[in-house]
Nanobody, 121 residues
Framework: QVQLVESGGGMVQAGGSLRLSCAAS????????MGWFRQAPGKVREFVAT????????YYADSVKGRFTLSRDNTKNTVYLQMNSLKPEDTAVYYC??????????????WGQGTQVTVSS
């Protein structure tokens, strides 16, 4: 079992940057693929990025490719989402997710509570 706590959300102007963190409890963090999803008001939750257990592989949604970078530190049980060149359409609640699969999908077994990101124009 793993519990996830997100932090780092906030309000930023378009073109700005934020770094989200997701801290996981437990001693099996490296056994989980990790990922981020987001949900804007009135929209379905959508995939943002995922990273493999070792951190050797990352995958991104086309909408964030080249702007967001996902990384993990297995010694700190933490995954990071660096978000640059933010756009108003990035505004959403961002959720951290974990799963024992190769990558994280919308069917992930563990979810955090979410952190709000608001990008003003």
């Amino acid at each position: 079992q793993v519990q996830l706590v997100e932090s780092g959300g906030g309000m930023v102007q378009a073109g700005g940057s934020l770094r989200l963190s997701c801290a996981a409890s437990g001693r099996t963090f490296s056994s989980y693929a990790m990922g981020w999803f987001r949900q804007a008001p009135g929209k379905v939750r959508e995939f943002v990025a995922t990273i493999s257990r070792s951190g050797g592989s990352t995958y991104y949604a086309d909408s964030v490719k080249g702007r967001f970078t996902l990384s993990r530190d297995n010694t700190k049980n933490t995954v990071y989402l660096q978000m640059n060149s933010l756009k108003p359409e990035d505004t959403a609640v961002y959720y951290c997710a974990a799963d024992r699969g190769v990558v994280v999908t919308i069917k992930a077994s563990h979810w955090g509570q979410g952190t709000q990101v608001t990008v003003s124009s």
